[in-house]
């Protein structure tokens, strides 16, 4: 019996040890981070808007914490080709994922997709986020949004609305809007939103929903008339151009993200140092300056607000994704 006590005391305390060690060993590593250096992944080509705000904040992060965080970009089927990449990286702090709006969407849209964008990541922060605008040829006879709802439903079938990229937040806004007053109204894809912009002008389809920060200078030159950004408050940029709550329509807001996220089981240490310190550098003077100048607002919220987004977020457009019959194969 005693014999039987003494294994099971030398078991017990073995796992007791074991899981100390291990513990030990999780916040030393911790505790040394970053030790080499960060690869930030990119899911998108160079020079979008994900892109340059990933640049901004491994420059920040590489000077506060002393090691190389450089960006490598892994574009491809929308994003989802290097989520999948960061998916299966180890959970060590060493590999970070830059999101977008499209890793909240992508799995309604996509009949496969190759990521949980919930089980498979910890949320880090929401760096930053872009209001998308609705904007029409000035020949439209609609000066209100509540106008163009009726110029819609006088002429079905008539009117087409310009979108940059299939299965973005432009285009399931328009969408969002369709359904919402049953409008005949025909979606017209472009491959992004200059070319979206500039067939609008062009009076081609006379509609068009877009991220902000292309759409800007043009709306204050009068080439296009902005209806309505779809946020909650106005836009400095554009102070005459309403919300679609002040132009009477609800429900009708949508954003264009910009987040980091890193592979699920990262230690919490690793995972609060980084959002102090992004939150840090997205706080500076000219990171700032030069996310204002993108067209987004500086957000830098906590791992929790960011993930209780996410999942919101995902709700939301799953649900415009069912009701439009989008997919894509």
């Known amino acids: 019996m005693k014999a039987h006590f003494h294994r099971v005391a030398r078991s017990t305390l073995a796992a007791v040890l074991g899981s100390s060690f291990l513990l030990a060993g999780g916040n030393a ?5 970053p030790s080499k250096s960060v690869r930030m992944l990119v899911p998108f080509a160079a020079a979008g808007p994900t892109d340059v705000i990933a640049r901004l904040v491994a420059q920040k992060l590489s000077e506060s914490l002393g090691q190389q965080f450089y960006v490598e970009n892994v574009p491809g089927a929308g994003g989802n080709t290097g989520t999948a990449m960061a998916a299966k990286s180890p959970a060590d702090g060493y590999t970070i994922l830059v999101v977008s709006t499209g890793f909240v969407i992508n799995p309604s849209l996509y009949a496969k997709v190759p ?3 919930v089980k498979d990541f910890a949320p880090v922060t929401l760096v930053a986020a872009s209001p998308n605008v609705l904007t029409v040829n000035p020949s439209v006879p609609a000066k209100t949004v509540k106008e163009l709802i009726e110029v819609i439903k006088a002429n079905p079938g008539k009117y087409s609305f310009a979108q940059p990229a299939t299965g973005s937040t432009p285009h399931l806004a328009g969408e969002l809007f369709k359904l919402t007053y049953k409008l005949d109204m025909v979606m017209v894809p472009f491959p992004g939103a200059g070319p979206a912009i500039t067939s609008t ?6 509609i068009a929903f877009t991220a902000l920060p292309p759409a800007i200078s043009n709306i204050q030159d009068g080439k296009l008339r902005g209806l309505a950004v779809l946020a909650a408050k106005r836009v400095a940029a554009l102070p005459n151009v309403p919300t679609m709550a002040e132009a009477g329509i609800s429900n009708q807001e949508s954003d264009t993200l910009t987040g980091i996220v ?3 089981g990262t230690p919490n ?3 609060a140092l980084l959002q102090r310190e992004i939150a840090k550098a997205v706080a500076t003077p000219d990171v700032k300056e030069k996310l204002l100048q993108q067209g987004f607002d500086p957000i830098a919220n906590t791992p929790a607000e960011f993930g209780a987004r996410i999942k919101s977020e995902m709700a939301k457009w799953a649900k415009v994704v069912h009701e439009a019959k989008l997919k894509i194969e």
């Open 201 to 206: 002008i062009g009076g081609h389809t006379p």
């Open 269 to 271: 240490e690793i995972v």
């Open 115 to 117: 990521y949980d964008a």
């Open 262 to 264: 890193v592979p699920a």
């Open 29 to 33: 590593q911790a505790q040394n981070y």
